[in-house]
């Protein structure tokens, strides 16, 4: 699981990016969006990079959805009807 | 006993009775000037020794045999030490002595003679001209990127520290030999360097020593030059003529290297100075060569680099909006800053007729600076030819999808598509912010509803709003630069711009977008943007 917080724009998606790529041995990636103040179009694209990649690779792949912004563009965007997004960690792990 | 101390010193010591004939000199002064024995020193006169060298005091100005500090002395004077360069003219040889005399006195204070101690300074004054020489090119090579000048100015530090001449030339696209800069210590002669440097590019015939340093990369070394040697670098009778006016003692020609190729030589020569060059010259004025060179690559890159910034602006950048008949236009685009000095970024517009209806792309492709630009390109190129095949805003969406998925990687694109009619507007979203409806009362409207961003995901489709218009409404279209601007005071945010633009339901397009660019530069206080930031606003005229 990745927990996110502050900002994910062009300046700090590298970051995520590289965090993903590292994430190993696991069935299932969570992107906890939670704590998260501001997303921008680039960090978007890295989530649905992991998506795609995760998608390929036979995983699950889950995001906690985030404050107002975050959700706002999630839904803008499209991504919330395409991810699989949770409203707080707890219903994700109960929901098995 | 003093003759026993003297003989051990390293320093050249020699004593003058008052009429100025030596007594005493001990044996590293015999040394120093040159002589086998104290006879043939007592039996040579003072001039006559001061006649085999040109000296100078350390600025370059002549040194005449009254100024030495052993005559002073002898005439009663008390002289500080003197600081001399002197040049051997038979050989040629370089040297920096420090000469220091004292005047010797019997009880009642006459002057009996003169003890003079004479340091070889060579040694340390070479070392401090060749840092002073590498400092001073270090520091007038970082001051411009115009080359010519860059070049003017290394000749100027080789000059006269280093040659009484020094002359760069470059190779030319075509292989050409081509002169940029000449330079002279004596200024009556810079009219003859100035000359050469007026002659055209040349072709060297392969066994020019410039052509030689050219293809070898190594440096060539005349310490004498001979009248035959100047014929084999002249062009024709009138460049030989120069040359031998030049009338060069010793010259040297090395290469300008940069790590991929040799782009020029630079010849340095000696003329009134008599000096000849020795290996550590050589040394030296490769290293001023190998820093000009990089200096002179770095100065083309930029300027090459320049030119591309332009080229690719003119087909990265949105066009020019189209005159739309019945509609007003315009327009704002502010790429963020970027390290390359390229003006470019991810958002984008196009509007463009097809079939006698007008269609809009408006979008942002995720990223900054010139990779996020050429997928505009795409982006715009590729609107205007997927309405030729389906005029359809969720048609044209979904073929930018599928352009955008193949050439992409991981970047997405944000758009919004329409096609414009007076009473209406279809309007298509891929998870681009929406466009902002303001009617003349200050309503405001949003539309249209969500779709999904392009490059995403392979299985997506896109709705298509019908959005009724009265004339005289005014539509604005905005990228998410616009509302994530940040200021001090957070960002600049969705609010803030319904609120300005539900005041300026009367203004022109032109008026909207100017108020909002000041609205936007008074947010940031001024600093640069972080992310790139569109606007189009358009308003049908009233019939």
């Not at chain 1, 590298?14 to 993903?20: D, I, K, P």
């Not at chain 2, 120069?242 to 300008?256: Q, Y």
């Not at chain 2, 000041?518 to 189009?536: R, S």
Request: net charge negative.
């Amino acid at each position: 699981m990745l927990k996110l917080s502050g900002e994910l724009d062009v300046a700090s998606s590298a970051t995520l990016e590289q965090s993903v790529a590292e994430a190993a041995d696991y069935d299932r990636l969570v992107i906890d969006l939670s704590d998260l103040q501001f997303i921008d179009s680039t960090g978007l694209s890295v989530l649905v990079a992991a998506h795609q990649h995760e998608l390929a690779a036979g995983r699950d792949f889950c995001v906690v959805q985030g404050p107002s912004q975050v959700q706002r563009l999630l839904a803008l965007t499209g991504l919330e009807q395409r991810l699989t997004v949770a409203d707080t960690l707890e219903q994700l792990l109960t929901s098995g | 006993m003093f003759n026993e101390l003297f003989q051990v010193l390293a320093e050249a010591v020699t004593v003058q009775d008052p009429d100025g004939a030596v007594v005493y000199a001990n044996a590293a002064a015999l040394r120093y000037l040159g002589f086998d024995s104290l006879e043939q020193l007592q039996t040579t006169p003072g001039t006559a020794i001061m006649e085999r060298y040109l000296v100078e005091d350390e600025h370059g100005v002549a040194v005449s045999y009254d100024q030495l500090p052993s005559v002073r002395t002898l005439r009663g004077e008390s002289p500080e030490p003197l600081l001399m360069r002197t040049v051997e003219r038979a050989t040629g040889e370089l040297r920096w002595t420090l000469s220091k005399a004292t005047a010797l006195r019997d009880d009642d204070g006459d002057v009996l003679g003169a003890l003079t101690v004479l340091e070889d300074l060579t040694a340390v004054k070479s070392a401090e001209i060749r840092t002073g020489v590498l400092a001073a090119s270090g520091r007038i090579l970082s001051t411009t990127l115009d080359y010519h000048k860059t070049l003017r100015n290394v000749a100027e530090v080789a000059v006269p520290s280093l040659a009484d001449y020094c002359g760069v030339d470059l190779v030319d696209m075509g292989g050409l030999l081509e002169r940029v800069a000449a330079c002279h210590r004596d200024p009556d002669q810079q009219g003859l360097a100035d000359s050469l440097r007026g002659l055209p590019p040349a072709y060297l015939q392969p066994l020019h020593p410039a052509a030689r340093v050219l293809a070898s990369g190594t440096s060539e070394l005349f310490e004498e030059i001979t009248d035959e040697q100047l014929r084999e670098m002249a062009r024709d009778e009138g460049h030989l003529q120069a040359l031998r006016e030049l009338a060069p003692r010793s010259l040297m020609i090395v290469p300008l290297r940069v790590p991929s190729r040799i782009i020029g030589v630079m010849t340095l020569a000696t003329d009134a100075s008599r000096r000849r060059f020795v290996t550590d010259d050589v040394e030296l004025a490769e290293q001023l060569g190998r820093r000009a060179a990089v200096a002179v690559e770095n100065a083309r890159l930029h300027t090459k680099l320049a030119d591309v910034a332009v080229t690719l602006q003119g087909v990265l950048l949105p066009r020019e909006l189209p005159q739309i008949p019945g509609w007003e236009l315009a327009s704002l685009y502010r790429p963020a800053e970027t390290d390359l000095r390229i003006d470019v970024g991810g958002d984008f517009y196009e509007f463009f007729e097809h079939g006698g209806t007008w269609f809009g792309v408006f979008g942002d492709v995720t990223g900054k600076g010139v990779q996020a630009a050429s997928l505009t390109a795409l982006m715009r190129t590729g609107a205007r030819v997927a309405c030729r095949m389906e005029a359809q805003p969720a048609a044209i969406l979904s073929r930018l999808d599928e352009a955008m998925a193949q050439e992409s990687g991981k970047a997405l694109c944000t758009a919004l598509c329409m096609c414009l009619h007076r009473d209406h507007m279809v309007i298509s979203s891929a998870g681009h912010p929406p466009a902002i409806i303001v009617s003349e009362d200050g309503g405001l409207r949003e539309v249209p509803t969500a779709g999904p961003v392009l490059g995403a995901f392979p299985d997506a489709s896109w709705p298509e709003e019908n959005v009724p218009m009265t004339p005289g409404e005014l539509i604005v279209f905005y990228t998410d630069g616009v509302i994530e601007t940040p200021g001090d005071v957070g960002r600049f945010g969705a609010d803030r711009l319904r609120e300005l633009l539900s005041s300026q339901g009367n203004a022109s397009p032109a008026a909207v977008v100017e108020r909002l660019d000041a609205e936007l530069n008074a947010f940031t206080g001024g600093a640069m943007l972080t992310d790139d930031v569109a606007v189009v606003a358009l308003r049908a005229r009233p019939a």
